[in-house]
């Protein structure tokens, strides 16, 4: 069916006729791409190309050209990107453009849905449940199905929620969701399973859709209802999307049903930013685009209005090596700036504290703290550069989670120290007893009480007597408790065994039924574990923590003074993947070992190493003016000393890409005297790392 208006070519975008000079405005690159005559299109945006800019212009051109604005949809992955686009457009159109079809997957879903409801056995009127209002709903589904949670150790609602997410968003079943993504419930399958089937009868009965439903009943209603499918095809004459690398199979295929009339499709998107597939999205997307329209027409966005060409060298050089990729360099108008840093530091400790010195030094120079991040590729990796940061009084903002010793699995495990030092600490004593199956606050309450009257609390919870006090059906696991608290009680002196105690006992189970996101937990505690390593006793361990904790960073040491931070002024931590879309003028990047970064979890899988590698890239091309990339020599465990081997994606940079910092410490004193000693040191249970000798390092 033929076009009900003719689009100019781009040549046409200089005609007279329209407001906006797109020439003038738009570089080279960007041009065309704004201004194309439409069919399907596959924009490659390097980092920091002005891809915002290119879709605004594109969007107005087609507003421009006469396309009615209730035929164009503009898909994000934000409603605050959809605002911002469309806000732009109408800044330069000087016109109010509200009839655009604009937002996020799931609210283009929503609408939709709304009109199409009864279609898929729902109302129009149909509830939005929120995260926790459907994981409210899961866990009236487990109590109507009579699942004794604690007693079992069934998965909570949460990771029930996150299991039956990312079996809808990915198009896979629980099954297969269980057994490649959460191992440990597989015996429970059948009932998970069970649980889910219910979960959707009563959304159904009470006319609810939880966030997944917004995709997956849209998809089920195009794929189910050619009528339907057809009617949106016809309406949506030009479709765009934002951040196409980010899109699960769901998302792909609605795209693909509503771009089948017209055809005019352009994704937009990074092949080499593609780093969420823990959320379900699906790098072949953008990858096969060009297969599944073989007729499209490839653009780039190469120019970097970010960084400076010696980070993009190292950015280029890294991604050069993915296996899988669409072939650009980024290249950039900017001058010649430093060349980025990498140093290798003796200890984590040291990593920490060339972080912090080299904060000030460079605020010394006149930047800002606000100008400054360190990322790191997971969250446990910022726990001593916390320690540092609050150690110097240097403000920071974490957007990776909570500060370290804000997590609840952190305040567990010093829970368990602290009963250890302080045997009358009732708060602590409770935590960890309500950590346990049958036991609630009452409960706990009652046994406290009993622990305290019988003497001495770390005797009285090991013998018999108080096992009288708990509820039936709980005895089995409280004696495990009670094997775990003797073992810590013999390892008194030792924290770092005692934390290991902890993270090796049932507490890992229950972390495990607990939080889908257990393994970045138990990292956590290896950490800590770590950390603890140089203290000789409980009370220097809990009282360097507890200061750590307490401090608030308000200040900003400056030679013998203390100066006073700029209102709003501090230095941000963050995990890479929430760094993603965001810039900083220096950058620092830390723990770049390999294991750590890229993780060993992703050794020997392919797909997972390429995406580490995109990770890396993603990392490096948030820096705008310096680049730090820093790795730990040595590494202090639960088994004592460890060598780490450097990052192979610092050993693949050309020595020409980078210089190489040899830092000065001044506890060179204690540096081991036989360095020999680590020449065969090799992490346990991670065979993949490759010993080296440490002396070589030290030359």
Known sequence: MPHKYIL?????????????????????????????????????????????????????????????????????????????????????????VKGIWGGTFHHVGNLILRRHAKEIGYQPNFTILDRADSKDLIDSCIAEAKIDVKARRFPKGDTLQAIYGLSLNTNRSIVDVIAYNYAQFEPMTEEIEGIFNLYVQRKRKNNLMDFDDLLYLWYKLLSENPAVAEKYAAKFQHIMVDEYQDTNLIQAKIIDALAARHRNLMVVGDDSQSIYSFRGAH??????????????????????????????????????????????????????????????????????????????????????????????????????????????????????????????????VIAYLRVFHNPNDEISWGRILKLLPKIGPKTAEKVFQFLCQAGDPREAVIEEGVLKIIPGGGERMFKQFQALMAQLKEKIGKPAEMIKAVSESNYADYLKEQYPNYRERLEDLEQLGSYSTQYKSLEELLSSLALASGIESETIVGGKDQEQAK??????????????????????????????????????????????RRLFYVAVTRAKDELYLLYPIIYSGYDGEVLMKVSRYLEELPSWAVEKWEIEEDNEEDLPVDLSQYHEVKIKGKDDFEAIDINELFK
């Open 8 to 96: 100019k070519s781009h040549f046409g975008a200089e005609n007279n006729n329209f407001r906006i000079n797109y020439k003038d405005d738009l570089n080279e690159e960007q041009f065309p791409i704004a201004t194309a005559p439409g069919g399907p299109m596959l924009v490659i945006a390097g980092a920091g190309s002005g891809k915002t800019r290119t879709v605004t212009y594109r969007v107005a051109y087609l507003v421009e050209s006469g396309v009615p604005l209730d035929r164009i949809l503009l898909v994000t992955f934000t409603n605050k990107a959809a605002r911002e686009m469309l806000s732009r457009v109408e800044l330069l159109l000087k016109r109010d």
């Open 283 to 412: 790098f072949k997307n953008i990858i096969n685009f060009p297969k599944v329209y073989p007729d499209a027409r490839l653009y780039k966005l190469e120019v970097n209005h970010r960084s400076t060409p010696e980070i993009l060298s190292v950015a280029n050089t890294s991604i050069t090596l993915a296996k899988e990729k669409f072939e650009k360099s980024l290249r950039t108008n900017r001058p010649s700036g430093q060349k980025p840093v990498v140093a290798g530091l003796t200890t984590v400790y040291e990593q920490s504290a060339f972080v912090a010195q080299r904060m000030l030094e460079l605020r010394e120079e006149g930047h800002s703290l606000n100008d400054m991040a360190v990322l790191y590729r997971s969250h446990y990796q910022s726990m001593e550069v916390q320690m540092e940061l609050t150690k110097r009084g240097i403000p920071f903002e974490i957007r990776s989670g909570l500060r370290f010793f804000e997590e609840a699995h952190i305040k567990d």
């Open 567 to 612: 209102d709003g002024e501090a230095c941000v931590l963050t995990t890479i993947h929430q760094a993603k879309g965001l810039e900083w003028k220096i950058v620092f990047v830390v723990w770049l070992a390999d294991g750590r970064f890229p993780s060993y979890l992703s050794f020997n899988k392919e797909e997972e190493m390429e995406e580490e």
